[in-house]
């Protein structure tokens, strides 16, 4: 994994973006819909209901959740780091990829 908390996978040809999310956790960058903060109710609402469907994925390691990620296949991951260093992550690697 690169030092920007971002990471590359090829697998038979195809390439995933995979961006670190906390103590070993990652994501693939092209399957995340939105990243939020927990602090409404709403979006600990829509964490409760994705508990209720086995849709949860906690990868806080016990740490306080600070970041709420919506996958593309209804998953919510509850991360320990702030949403906004998940979207600094996203966007330096995209600079990157421009340059």
Not at 16 to 42: C, K, Q, W, Y
Not at 76 to 92: F, L, S
């Amino acid at each position: 994994m690169g030092n920007d908390g971002y990471h590359q996978l090829v697998e038979d040809g195809l390439s995933t973006e995979l961006v670190h999310v906390g103590f070993g956790g990652v994501v693939a960058a092209n399957r995340i819909v939105a990243i939020m903060s927990p602090d409404s109710a709403p979006v600990r609402r829509l964490i409760q209901e994705a508990r209720e469907r086995q849709m949860a994925i906690d990868m806080t390691y016990g740490r306080k959740t600070k970041a709420v990620i919506v996958l593309d296949s209804g998953h919510v991951a509850m991360t320990a780091i702030g949403p906004e260093t998940i979207v600094n992550r996203i966007e330096n690697r995209k600079g990157r990829q421009r340059e």
